[in-house]
């Protein structure tokens, strides 16, 4: 237990002191709010689909959890470059263990991450339908974050170096991130894209956070549950897997 | 206390560590000497569970550490040659990280980790970040570091690398006592043949992945007929300056990149 802790402990005392990067990290889902909710606002309203920052906030919440809690996983391959995977791969302790705790460290900086760009959302004009279903909402957040910081890490124990970093940011995170149901209604999709974003398991993170803020959801709260506890649960076993095979 | 029996480590086609044996006694301190690219750093790694050899047989304390890796684990210390402290994590808390880590009781923790920063003379900087360090601060830290845990054994690869005399005597002095306190036994690497002459009980040099000498101190310095430990070494392995850059580490990232599936 205390080793899952010192190592949750790390992750947060590590997003505490890089301020900058928080500040930074928050930049994004700004502009999206801004540019997307107030840009697309007045066509996406007379085409009959209401309030768009309503739609979109939930959208751009899971997205900054997203990016933070894959970049969390990655950055196992920073601790590789400067040594301090070492320290923790030939410590007496079980990979499992050091996996989890490092996970669960990345998904709370992740959660935390995603209430800060939802008290901003608050400031730029988004209104919380039913103020009861928060809980659900905090608990779809931490299932997006554990779900990708866990991918982060699988992803990061496959590589040696970071020269594949920017690969995976392409070919990986933006596609799971465009193809989420972020910014457009999954209704009237063509037929193939909506396979893809169905096939996403960050389309069923952020549709049980609208559902939880807006009331809009077009799986279900059960739906949506099931598939994001599923893929955790896969992946916890992959991730674990490919996490003990990591040489120094 | 270490025996290790025809060990080979290759990374594609090239051999990195070539058939050793050797063994290290209860209490011993060792010497594992040899140029650039002669296969120590990738020995220490197998020895210390974080490389699989390719064949071959090593027993740590009795363990073996490729199925008994978490006992093996815990008989060993080791202060590797590049970095594996948290950069972004104070000096404090990466000793705690490590105390933890190695399963040190609550209630010693504090204590130890006051001693031992107190020792490399970093207890009054505990709070700074090791990002702000010097590299004889960082240096020190990861001994203070290693020898946290009290290890049965203590692997040290280039411990004293870009220190000052005074600092690198300071250290020594506290190995060879936790050495003759505990019967702690130590195997190390260093370019400092000085050091191996002062310190160690038996020398293993090692040249291209194979030992070439194994004795004391002196035997060596007979077997030769020079009269120091470091023209002893030269004569037994040649004047050759070895290329840079081929550490196990930079072959074992070109054979991962050559067979790999990156590109």
Sequence with gaps: MEIIYILWLRQLKKYWRSKARIIGSLGQPLLFMLAFGFGFGPIYAKAGGGNYLEFLVPGVIAMSILFTATFSGLEIIWDRQFGFLKEMLVAPVSRLKIMFGRSLGGATVAVIQGVVVFIISLFVGFKVLNWWLIPVALVAMFLIAFLFTLFGTGIASLMKDVQGFQLIVNFLIMPLFFLSGTFFPLTGLPQALKIVVQANPLSYGVDALRGALVGLSSFGFLMDFTVLAIVVIILLGVTSYLFSRIEA | ?263
């Design chain 2, 1 to 263: 206390m270490i025996k290790v029996d025809n060990l080979i480590k290759k990374f594609g086609n090239f051999t990195a560590v070539d058939n050793i044996s050797f063994d290290v006694k209860d209490g011993e301190i060792l010497a594992f000497l040899g140029p650039n690219g002669a296969g120590k750093t990738t020995t220490i790694k197998m020895l210390t569970t974080v490389l699989p050899p390719s064949s071959g047989k090593i027993e740590l304390n009795g363990y073996n550490p490729l199925t008994q890796k978490d006992k093996a684990r815990h008989s060993f210390g080791i202060v590797f040659q590049d970095s594996s402290v948290d950069d972004e994590l104070t000096a404090y808390e990466n000793m705690m990280m490590h105390a933890v880590l190695y399963g040190i009781k609550k209630s010693e923790q504090k204590v130890k980790i006051e001693h031992l920063l107190g020792f490399v003379e970093l207890w009054d900087r505990r709070n700074e970040l090791v990002k702000n360090f010097s590299g004889g601060m960082k240096r020190r830290l990861e001994i203070a570091k290693g020898l946290l845990h009290h290890p049965k054994i203590l692997f040290l690869d280039e411990p004293t690398q870009g220190l000052d005399p005074q600092t690198r005597n300071h250290i020594w002095e506290y190995i060879k006592k936790m050495n003759a306190e505990e019967k702690m036994t130590v195997f190390f690497t260093t370019h400092y043949i000085e050091e191996a002459e002062k310190a160690a009980d038996r020398v293993v040099v090692i040249d291209h992945g194979q030992i070439v000498a194994i004795g004391t101190p002196a035997e060596l310095k007979t077997k030769t007929g020079k009269d120091n430990l470091e023209d002893a070494f030269i004569s037994l392995t040649g004047k050759t300056i070895r290329e840079e850059g081929a550490d196990s580490f930079g072959r074992m990232r070109q054979a991962g990149r050559m067979g790999g599936w990156r590109r």
